[in-house]
């Protein structure tokens, strides 16, 4: 696994200004990259061999980190960012502000249907960036990822 922290930009007549992980200037999101490279190398992944490495911020700005963790009954593997999430929830928090994924791979992936709505439950203003070992970066909101969500608030609609 490639675990690369800064972006060089390709010599030659190219101008344009490339928009990966190492344009990213702000230090407190490159430290939350950081974390997800990290805990992306404790992934248990022998099914799929697809390691992911997420991070979510609380409100407060504490960091809490999740990989995937595989099984040979491949329907209760857990994703990395639902394991990130439940870490948060299990030390108080209920907030997400921010997340971030890595995978080495060379185009940013973004977090499944599953994981999105599980994030949706405690962030659903939450920024998500996807990083990886390419160019590429995903940087949007979970609003964007799910639309039009199903959420606490449905709930309390009968109640
Ligand atoms: N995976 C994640 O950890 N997060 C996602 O959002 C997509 C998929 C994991 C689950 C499984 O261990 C592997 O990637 C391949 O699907």
Redesign the pocket.
Known sequence: MQLKTTQTQPSGPRSTPILGPGSIRDPALLRLITEAKRVAQL?Y?P??H???G?VVEAEGGELFVG????NASFGL?????RNAAFQMVSHGHRQILTVV?YTPTAEP????GA?RQVLNEFGPRARVVSVCDGPGLIDTTLERLLPQAFGPGNLSALK
Do not use: D, K, Q, Y
């Open positions: 992934a992944c099914h799929s697809f390691p992911v997420a990989c995937n963790v595989e593997t857990i994703c990395a960012e994924i992936t973004a977090p499944c994981c």
